[in-house]
């Protein structure tokens, strides 16, 4: 989990194309939702970059485990109702018409059983005829371990660089991400380790299956990773 860059986890992430991923998840939600209300709730929400975008379209609410992360999304998100709970088994007495789990942070989950809970978890805040999205994370097939990857970004005199790598271990790979943080002061290294799991397809397909939610695969995504859509039935 992330225990010591959540102060610039924006800046390593500037280079997503929030506005594009948002008016895509939209329209996808929109195709699909059949209940009348217009409420959503972000699950790990992060800093509130997706939230702050979604509410031109939703009357929204986030919910994250990381207190940090929540401080830096309610600077963000001043009049936006913020929860602190964890996927697999938060209750905030109730429901949405939308839910979203996005960027691949299902993949914490440990295991299919903890996959299946947070699935549950996550559509009995479904409203019937509403829309549950899960972001999932790359499958073990497309998975590299060993790759060694690096991210640059800057603001000013705050000058970053990441670089990761990892192995796989009973199905989850097991990150180390490197960050040199650079500024007038100082540089300093932060090293920070991440286990996610790599879910198949049909693990993803059977957790939805058994809250009894039809799901839709769309294999491309907002940024190439897929999405799973599914939706409570009305009745």
Not at 124 to 137: C, M, N, R, S, T
Not at 207 to 226: I, Q, S, T
């Amino acid at each position: 989990m992330f225990t010591r860059s959540q102060r610039f986890y924006d800046l390593i992430y500037s280079w997503k194309d929030y506005p594009a991923e948002v008016e895509r998840l939209h329209a996808l939600i929109e195709e699909r939702k059949r209940a009348p209300g217009n409420r959503l709730l972000d699950v790990a929400c992060g800093t509130g970059k997706h939230l702050e975008l979604l509410r031109d379209h939703y009357e929204v609410e986030g919910l994250d485990v990381d207190a940090d992360m929540l401080a830096i999304a309610g600077a963000r998100l001043p009049n936006v109702r913020l929860h602190r709970g964890d996927f697999r088994d938060f209750d905030l007495g109730r429901r949405y018409e939308v839910v979203t789990c996005l960027f691949s942070s299902i993949a914490y989950a440990r295991d299919t059983a903890e996959l299946r809970l947070a699935v549950a978890c996550l559509s009995k805040h479904v409203e019937p005829g509403g829309v549950l999205v899960v972001e999932p994370f790359v499958t073990p097939d497309r998975f590299v371990p060993g790759q060694v990857q690096q991210l640059c970004a800057e603001d000013g005199d705050l000058k970053l660089t990441r670089m990761a790598r990892a192995d796989v271990r009973d199905g989850r790979a097991l990150f180390e991400f490197h960050y040199l943080v650079g500024q007038p002061e100082g540089i300093e290294h932060v090293v920070e380790p991440h286990v996610v799991s790599l879910f198949r397809d049909e693990d993803y397909v059977e957790a939805f299956g058994m809250v009894g939610m039809d799901v839709d695969h769309d294999p491309d995504g907002l940024m190439g990773r897929g999405l799973y859509l599914g939706v409570r039935p009305l009745r």
